[in-house]
């Protein structure tokens, strides 16, 4: 990346810094509301924990609440990547900026890019909290989580590619809303199918079987598993190979595939005259 | 010397959006179009304050997004600085600033200076010439006390002239300005046209093309207007040529005293008629005539020398200038006719 693209990426991080901690108490309850929900976490997981011994020893690392953990860190920034290029455009495009900001020597696709870049750190420091608070809470426990810093490496390839993944649908999403002026649809779909079929809460072999093949569908299935077992049994990228060649497919497929839709959406938006319509 | 602003057949025009029960009660009806603009072809000289008039809807945002890229054109060819508006996307967009009148195109949490450090990052500035650019403009668009204050406190006057100051941010050698005194007092209105007359147009020489439907305005600053409606370019010149083509003839206020009556006649140079229904009254004593006459002095020489020989006095004779407000009427009515 060149410098001044850099520049122009850290030109709308600082912005969207600026704008979030304008609106100071809503910056401090949410991170207030991010212990609160770890906090139901894991009391919800203590208690089935306890009452459901013998299906949790076969939860990968054996522990409810770090399974659940390190489901919900994934599917967060899976969340980010679907949605923050969309909200971003839209949100641009009806608080009126976005003209403004097209009438520059900057390309639409770094307008869009750099706009979502806040969102990225913002949920890093977010999952990162997360996890902190998480393993915090379990520590003072008899069931505290044992990180296992070898899997490290295999958890971040995984996460870099399943981002990219999502990165492919969430640009998809954004031409969408340039075009159609509605993106959200695919969004909550992908969502929604994530939570439920992708093992973010519950393993995926839970499911009935007749639906267990769509949780195969699914980028996040295979992320939060190869997370967990990277994390919480410490496999490394060999033993991972299997979840890493998958997400390695869907990346190569979505992620030219989004970038091709929202070419031929700009041009088509700024042929018809709708780029800054909403 | 090439032109700023060169358009040639310019012509746009708009798939109109048709709802859902349409789309499935007639799903194989070809969809309508909208033409925006049609034919339009002008030049624009460096250094010239260009006007653009027209009722709303005439096709002038059309033409400035065209001419700003945010749109492509159906037919015809736009060249901005001497760039392709389709081939040289980017150094169109570094040749220009677009002063709108839209105050929601800023961030109104942030600060005037952060508003400004944000966008001169997107016009390719380096953090340390960002900071001293943003700074001289904010001295002299008299913004410094206010600068670290969030721009949602900001006067709409002031939001205008931040307006300014973000299109000036990378110096630019062209300024389009939509409708830029649109939401100000007629003090601020006047204060930014003396920004644009005298500073940017005068002193720095930058061309500057103008979208406005406020005629005194376009009267005050343009050299050049071209009057947009319903898609084309329907007159184009100085303001003494747009008003030549309204008037094909002169027209002249005489006051008379004297003589022995006066009525309406016609020769072959043209027209008098006494004008009674003047909201304000002739001279004591005195009638006042209204004369329509074939340009170049012979027909208006030939009426005073009648109206002499019949005893009357001349009391004065004043050439009647069309206003750009009567000329722009005319047009549009022009091009409201049925073809």
Redesign the interface.
Known sequence: MRI?AI??A???V??DF??EV??KSAFVLHVGSLIFSVGIWFFFSAFLQDNLKEKMDSLTGGNLFAFILFGIAPFSYQQVALSAFAHRFREEQV???L?????????TSMVIFASALFDFLFTSLRVVLYILVGVGFAHFTTRPISLHMAGLAAALVIFFLMVLTSVGVGIMAAAFVMYFKKGEVLVTLISSASALFGGVFFPAGALPRIVQPLSALLPITYTTDGVRRALLTGEGIVDLLPQIRVLLIFAAVLLPLGLYIFRIAL?AA????T??QY | MPAAISVEDLAKSFIKRRSLRDMVTHPLVKAERVTALDGVTLSVAPGEIFGLLGPNGAGKTTLLKILSCLIIQSRGRALVNGYDTLADEMRVKTSVGFVTSDERSFYWRLSGRENLRFFASLYNLPPARAARRCQDLLDRLELTDKADHAFMTYSSGMKQRMAVARALLHDPPILFMDEPTRSLDPLAAKHLRTLVTDSLNRKEGKTILLATHNLSEAEELCSRIAIIHKARIRRMGTLAEVRSWALARERYVIEVSGGDGFAPYRFDGGRVEVDDGAAEGPAPHAVRLRAELDRGGAALTHVLRDLVARGATIVSCTRYEASLQEIFDMTVEEGNKPA
């Not at chain 1, 003209?99 to 390309?107: D, G, H, I, Q, S």
């Not at chain 1, 700024?270 to 005259?273: A, E, I, P, S, V």
């Open positions: 001044p520049r122009k850290l030109a709308f600082w912005r600026l704008n304008s609106y608080t009126g900026t003209e403004a900001m097209l009438v520059c020597p900057t390309r041009r700024r042929r018809d005259g780029l800054v």
